[in-house]
């Protein structure tokens, strides 16, 4: 726990009379339903901030950092949660204040951005017309032809082309970007003094994310508001804000101006979290064992030519995958990025067939296997298998981890149940879980050890090579290291060849022999991972790398 | 034909599996309505059991005429207060015949829990394996299924079912013809909700790393989504039941149901229309009893619901936060 | 849009045809004798032979369908052995017992019908989404466990309990109506609409518990989505958060749900139609069901079909009107 610490502000000339946002001893806890105690989500928590500053607070799922920045809407009032300490913005105690002061500071002293912007704006009325009604709540006097022109020229400001007319528009009718755009438009809207972004950016892609990053750094300079930028990256967090506050189970673990905490940790959990952060800019750590030197075999394992996909028939037909080709040796990691609907999981999931080609020829080991009928397929099935993105659906909630991991064991019917038990413990222990676990039931266990689950699962028939699809994105920062760790660790000494599906470039870098660079269904770049990082060929690549966002962006302590 | 009969709650669609049979009974013991509706049905199972030793003991039966209980000068209204209630005949008698209430009562609920069950029992059976074939066949049994599906699902169900009494000849065994013609006719709504929790499991991982193992889809089928299945499909049976029970006893009103002198609640209420002026205990016994029966079903059916799909699990959940489309055309489920 | 009209159109004219051949299979070619069952149990051998001719039963079972079909779409005609009757298309083959055109006996019992569903439907939205919705706002507190219950309890009386308690509420002890009589509305609207009170009530009362539960989970679902939090994260008042940003996403599934209630009505309303003595296309299906008169019973079973199907396209697009994110495709 480090002293209190009021955030500078921009060097504007705005007097500071007082900290726009001050909160002592804030403690949030959750009814956890009947007879069970409270879940204390925040826990003594205190921060200022200065009027004008920026302040970021970063952790890990769970620690409490989204249930603390919406303390400051008084967002938690009338759901049953418990809120303790003082919180006070802008001059406005939020605990004591009455209802009808409670709306007068939503939006209009302290405006809030939410992570998803779709589901986040009312599906049936026109993104302008959202927009106007906050206005017009804020300001009573003003007419409807007012608060229309008030949303025309925000949405302008926050850079929607052909604002007038895209107002009329409902939310469908943007793209993902444009609606973060909008809502953030909407938080401009009655100039509030202080904006709280909660995860702002974490359902865009990373261009897009890098646009939105640099357009609140913008409207910051611009109007001087406050900035509290809730997040899980802290490569997000280190290009936009002055100072960090590190939460862990809802306590400040490390709180200081953006440069010092990032590049001169004092306590050892932000060290731990720093490490365990990818870098898109530092090479993989060299391989004792070469690639594919494992055995010395290094022939080719699956071979895709114009592979295509298309969804749909007629004109609604979609293409998903075209015309892709790309060949993985035995032994190797062929990384494969791209934004979302670059193709990238439909190509995946053609690789282990469990889609159908619609077009090209699918090789293994020489044979077709692209048109095979399910029947036929059955011989190949245990050596292609599949790690995937979400630990939650991965597993069936209903069977013991065990009896999963089993299940290729007993579909091959090779083995008698002694022999199965035995190989699933065993399996258990490679990855890093206590072998008896065979019994315990899914939910018994955390998001990361869900993954070594459907990891040991995907070891069990002894595959030849496993396509892993986003396999960390669902995991927080330390546990993502752990498991890139560990599927690195099997393939050295198993000799497996894996397809590494991901969006994040930097979590790829750290496993990839080859890179694979992915956009609208087609591969637009293919290289040796190095080469392709530090050299890129294609436009395409070469923006996608920049729009990374690096811990390198704060200043480091002068 | 949902019209008239009762409500049939819109299944969710990804409704999430719950965490074990034991939670789910722990959840559903905590809520006191839930149970207070399962007394009731269980009371009302023996009460169905034990007809004929209730009846013993009563010593009445349910088909002997009493004239002399009865004022035919009145037109045979019982004599005696609330419709002749003594202690040989604990609840009265039938206005008109002299027939005893209790005993008549008692053998009406065999016969509508009977039909019920039963007629569940094939929704269930059809409609699953109807179901589970259209999610996981082929294209052209898919969509052949689908169009039938539809169909039945169109079908007016009461409209049909009375029809069907039309042809079928007189000596078939109407109890049975009930639990065919209703099981065989209302399987749609229990098919439909099957097809697509089946494809929205399809979706999820686990099934995907099932198919990778090599099994065949029966295999697949049995492990992996039968299990998951059996939580939306008892919370639809829960609604179906209480469903099947008021459409026993509309045909049975209607007179093309169970027919005299097999008691049925349906047909008592049916000539009780005629003696509620004289002799309203009359009316007032088939009604309470149709009326308990239905609602401790359904508030059952209810507890049930809320038990198989607690919060906690909606993390499961299939589609997000996206609002599910209509899962069905809501037609014909009733 | 117009394509999706047509790929509808198309699948209900598939689901209406094989509804025809279940229909059709079910009442003409299973056991018995369909002429005997047509005409009717007190016709002689001659008359039973007529029908037989009338009815093709001489001819394999898909010329048999081919002529019922042909009548549906194109009229028939039938020679009665003296003179040819035209059946005008839709026809529905003729009643022997009635010695009269089903198709017209169809539309002389639609009145009563139209009038029981349009009454009883309005009474069921408007009781059933208002209550839904005070249910919904008032979670938790006293008012919503009393709307619940009678919702329940709503649910659980089937229409001849409650439409005889009514009839013995205000017909016999208070005395307050007269036992209903049907009365055409253009004949005299006023009594038309006193006669129609109970049978609406009847009806409407146990619909609006299904309307109630829809529209109190609709409600809450709605409440529960992102985009009020972010109103409400902007000050909007709760009232307003409401009226302007849940209702219209919480009323679609009613809505949608009312327009395929309202195609079964037409053909299914037969419990409140016996109930009270209306003589509406439910009461006729009872009618020709104990008298055995067959074409009767196909008519009105084909005709509640194809209002179902119709009333279920109309849903989808009510429902897809309303709700923006569903995409008619």
Known sequence: MTARRTSGGPADGRPATGPLVAVSGLSVAFPSGPGGAPVRAVDGLSFELAPGGALGIVGESGSGKSTAAYALLGLHRDTGAEVTGAVTVAGHDVQAVDAAGLRRLRGGVAAMVFQDPLSSLDPYQAVGDQIAEVYRVHHRGASRREARARAAEVLDRVGIPDAARRARSRPHEFSGGMRQRALIAMALACRPELLVADEPTTALDVTVQDQILGLLRELRAETGMGLILVTHDLGVAAGSVDDLLVMKDGRAVEHGPVGEVLHAPREDYTRDLLAAVPRVNVRRATRKDAPHRAGGDDSVLLEATALRREFGRGKRAVTAVDDVSLT????????????????????????????????????????????????????????????FQDPVSSLNPRRSIGESIADPLRAAGKLDDAAIVARVRELLERVGLAPDSYHRYPHEFSGGQRQRVGIARALAPEPKLIVCDEPVSALDVTTQAQVVALLGELQRD????????????????????????????RIVEEGPADTVYERPAHPYTKGLLAAVPRLEAAEAPA | ???????????????????????????????????????????????????????????????????????????????????GVSAEHWLGVEPGTGRD??????????????????????????????????????????????????????????????????????????????????GLLAWGGMARLVRAQTLSLMKLDFVSAARLTGGSTWRLARRELLPSLAAPVITYAAVLLPTNIVLEASMSFLGVGVKPPTPSWGHMLSTATTWFRADPMYVLLPALMLFVTTLAFTVLGDGVRAALDPREASRLRVGRNRRKARTSGAGGTA | MTGYFLRRA????????????????TFYIAPGDPARLACGPRCNPEQIAQVRAQLSLGDPVYVQYWHFLQGIFAGHDYSTGTAVLHCDAPCFGLSYQNNQQVTDMLIERLPATASLAVGAMAVALLLGTATGLLSALRRGGITERVLTWLTLAGTATPVFISGLGLLMLFCAYLAWLPFP?????????????????LPWAALGLLESAKYARLMRSSTLETLAEDHIRTFRAYGVAERKLVTRHALRGAVAPVVALSAADFGSMFGGAVLTEMMFGLPGIGALLVHATTTLDLPVVVAVVMVTGTAVVIANIVADVLYAAADRRVALR
Request: hydrophobic share 55%; glycine share 10%; charged share 15%.
């Open chain 1, 328 to 387: 993985v040796r035995a032994g190797e990691t062929v990384g494969v990025v791209g934004e979302s609907g670059s193709g990238k999981t439909t190509l995946g999931r053609m690789l282990v067939r469990l889609l159908e080609p619609t077009g090209g020829r699918l090789g293994y080991r020489g044979r077709d296997i692209g048109g095979m009928k399910e029947r036929e397929l059955r011989a190949f099935r245990s050596e292609l298998q599949m790690v």
């Open chain 1, 494 to 521: 198993l000799g497996l060849a894996l397809v590494f599906i991901a969006h994040d470039l930097a979590v790829v870098r750290q496993v990839s022999d080859r890179l694979v660079v992915m956009r609208g269904g």
């Open chain 2, 1 to 83: 034909m949902t019209t008239e009969l009762l409500i049939t709650a819109e299944p969710e669609a990804g409704t999430a599996p719950a965490s074990g049979t034991r939670q789910v009974l722990r959840r559903l013991r905590a809520r006191k309505s839930a149970l207070a509706a399962a007394a009731v049905l269980g009371l009302l199972v023996l009460l169905a059991l034990a007809a004929p030793l209730l009846a013993a003991i009563e010593g009445q039966d349910p088909n002997t005429y009493h004239d002399a209980l009865v004022d035919s000068a009145r037109g045979g209204v019982p004599f005696g207060d609330f419709g």
């Open chain 2, 101 to 182: 209430l209790f005993v008549r009562l008692a053998y009406g609920a065999r016969v509508s829990l009977l039909v019920a069950l039963g007629a569940t029992a094939v929704q269930i059976l059809i409609g699953v394996g109807v179901g589970l074939a259209a999610a996981l066949g082929n294209r052209l049994v898919e969509s052949l299924l689908t169009h039938v599906t539809d169909v039945m699902v169109a079908m007016p169900l009461l409209v049909f079912a009375i029809a069907l009494m039309a042809v079928v000849p007189a000596d078939f065994p109407r109890p049975v013809l009930l639990v065919i013609a209703i």
């Open chain 3, 10 to 25: 198309a699948g209900a004219l598939a689901v209406l045809l094989v509804l025809s051949v279940v229909v059709y299979a």
């Open chain 3, 181 to 197: 009589a049907y009365v055409p509305l253009t004949e005299d609207p006023e009594q038309w609409a006193w006669n129609m009170l």
